[in-house]
């Protein structure tokens, strides 16, 4: 079994900055990707980062340019650095590791998500 575990969440000023963590732990045989979503109050999750096990990686339009996905892979940690943060950056932040293991069986494996609030 595999758990996921973010961090970093928190309440920051607009144009502001916060670092978030997620780490998977546990019977790990192999991590490919890694994403963050993120779930606004009253609208659909959405995808805002990831990156792969080569260090490629893809971003939402909304947040281009001002986040940047990054990966330990030793760690098997992903973060995600938010600079230049606006009220509508303002969420719920979840992150999934999709995990293979020794037969190729691929799952994802979710964490319990951590806020983010964006208010002066």
């Known amino acids: 079994q595999v758990q996921v575990v973010e961090s970093g969440g928190g309440l920051v000023q607009p144009g502001g900055s916060l670092r978030l963590s997620c780490a998977a732990s546990g019977t790990i045989f192999s991590i490919n990707a890694m994403n963050w979503y993120r779930q606004a109050p009253g609208k659909e999750r959405e995808a805002v980062a990831s990156i792969d096990s080569r260090g490629r990686t893809n971003y939402a339009d909304s947040v281009k340019g001002r986040f940047t996905i990054s990966r330990d892979n030793a760690k098997n940690t992903v973060y995600l650095q938010m600079d230049s943060l606006k009220p509508e950056d303002t969420a719920v932040y979840s992150c999934?590791?999709?995990?293979?293991?020794?037969?190729?069986?691929?799952?994802?494996?979710w964490g319990q998500g951590t806020q983010v609030t964006v208010s002066s």
């Open positions: 999934n590791a999709l995990h293979i293991n020794r037969i190729g069986v691929l799952r994802y494996y």
